[in-house]
């Protein structure tokens, strides 16, 4: 790693486009708070009501109609009372709600039905609730998160939602298949939504792509991902829910699953487990897609999780209209109680020595994790040095266990799958070969990847 002087341009936005930023995020992400309600404690709930309003934001001097969507909550505690209060439904709840819809038919197992309730109401059901409380049909699984994708694709996901569950219903209910329905919705949608795709290849992937010239894994992060995402976006304009055709019946195809996770970005999840918050190591890191090198040795979960990393970064550092000195975060966050505090998002996976002797660092201010002088820094770290454009970084810290566990997630998945075909064939015999590299292939386990 060769380090080199800071550079003295800046790339980050002037105060009154932060302010702008800010607003245009907080606006599009909704509160996950639910006001006078304690969300921890809610067995379940009822929308008794939403209140739309109409305001403008403004985007480089252009006016951005939106509209605040705020539901009225009764809410089911779990002592039994109820409780009254208000949500403010944003994009979070859109993209949290269908993730819990697709989770749920996956739970079901491919047979329709869906899985058992088991995530926190909020946000995970407040997508669905919304969807059927105000709708003139009863909207299936798939309508619901067929709906919520669309509405994604535009830049008021809240309001935009609402709209398209209203028309929806109206053309289902004059008796238009799912199907026909859906793409009607969707032609309505599709030439706004082709101008947004299009600015987004032609001006904002290079301009992020420029932004990160020369900042060593970053660069080539960005690069990687700019073909990446527009490949991806041209398929959204082409197949705008290709990515719900695995659960098209309000079930599971697993061809097309498995299918879809070899052709689509992977991402990271990590598994909540049971413990104490400071506890090393209490939760799994799991990033799908398979292992090796993306692009000039560096790996493509390096790539995925620093920039999760320079995302809370940056994050941490915005305030209403300016970003904060990293003093004045520290400042905050150091007498800010536990629960109050955000770590790095790996805080709860990570077992880096880094993580097991400077855990006060990690938990309250990751950005001071960077070392320079250190041949190689951690994902945080990393994301600090390449936003800062302090240095070049040569290497990623990784645990030196992690290939052992990722090898060992891939041969589990291979056997499992292998299992199913076996089961699937009515118990064939003498066939474990082609069961097993079936599962390869369907789960797309490269050819000279030894499992």
């Known amino acids: 790693m060769s380090t080199g002087a800071p550079r003295h341009r800046s790339t980050l936005p002037v105060p009154g486009r932060v302010a702008e930023l800010t607003a245009m995020l907080d606006a599009r992400t909704g509160d996950l708070s639910v006001s006078t309600i304690d969300d921890d404690e809610v067995e379940s709930f009822q929308i008794t009501g939403v209140d739309e309003s109409d305001y403008t934001l403004t985007w480089n001097g252009q006016p951005v109609p939106l509209r605040k969507i705020v539901l009225n909550i009764d809410a089911l505690m779990s002592d039994g009372s109820h409780e009254i209060g208000q949500f403010v ?27 058992p309730e088991n995530a926190p109401p909020f946000p ?10 105000g709708s003139a049909v009863d909207l299936t699984t798939i309508e619901i998160a ?3 994708t669309l509405a994604l694709l535009t830049p008021d996901p809240a309001g935009i939602f609402l709209e398209l569950r209203d028309d929806y219903a109206s053309r289902r209910a004059g008796g238009r298949s799912m199907a026909e329905a859906l793409d009607d919705v969707w032609q309505n949608l599709r030439t706004d939504v082709e101008g947004v795709v299009q600015t987004i290849i032609d001006h904002e992937l290079p301009s992020l792509v420029a932004v990160h010239r020369d900042r060593g894994l970053m660069e080539h992060a960005v690069d990687w991902l700019e073909s990446q995402y527009a490949s991806v976006l041209q398929r959204r304009l082409e197949h705008p829910l290709f990515d719900l055709k695995p659960f098209s019946h309000n079930g599971l195809n697993r061809a097309r699953l498995n299918e879809l996770l070899r052709t689509t970005l992977p991402c990271d999840v990590i598994l909540e487990q049971a413990g104490e918050m400071h506890q090393v190591e209490r939760d799994v890191l799991i990033t799908f897609g398979m292992p090796g090198q993306a692009a000039h040795g560096y790996r493509l979960s390096d790539f995925l999780r620093t920039l999760e990393a320079q995302r809370d970064f940056v994050l941490s550092h915005l305030g209403n209209d300016d970003i904060l000195a990293s003093a004045d ?33 990690c938990f309250r201010r990751p950005w001071r994790i960077f070392d320079p002088g250190r041949p190689a820094n951690c994902w ?34 291979v056997q499992k799958r292998a299992y199913q075909i076996w089961e699937e064939r009515s118990h064939e015999q003498g066939n474990d070969w082609a069961h097993w590299l079936q599962a390869r292939h369907e789960l797309g386990i490269p050819d000279d990847y030894f499992v």
């Open 124 to 133: 995970y059901w407040v997508l669905r609730e919304l969807a059927l409380t």
């Open 89 to 115: 439904f944003g994009e979070l709840a859109v993209e949290e709600g269908i993730a819990y819809l697709v989770d749920r038919m996956v739970a079901g197992d491919g047979t329709g039905t869906i899985g």
């Open 329 to 361: 975060v520290e400042n905050e966050t150091g007498a800010a109680d536990e629960e109050d505090v955000n770590p790095c998002p790996f805080y709860s996976a990570c077992g880096l020595e880094l993580r097991r002797n400077h855990s006060e660092i």
């Open 380 to 413: 945080y770290g990393t994301a600090v040095a390449c936003t800062l454009s302090i240095v070049r970084i040569g290497n990623v810290l990784r645990d030196p266990r992690e290939g052992d566990q990722e090898h060992r997630r891939i041969v589990m998945a």
């Open 146 to 148: 067929s709906l919520g």
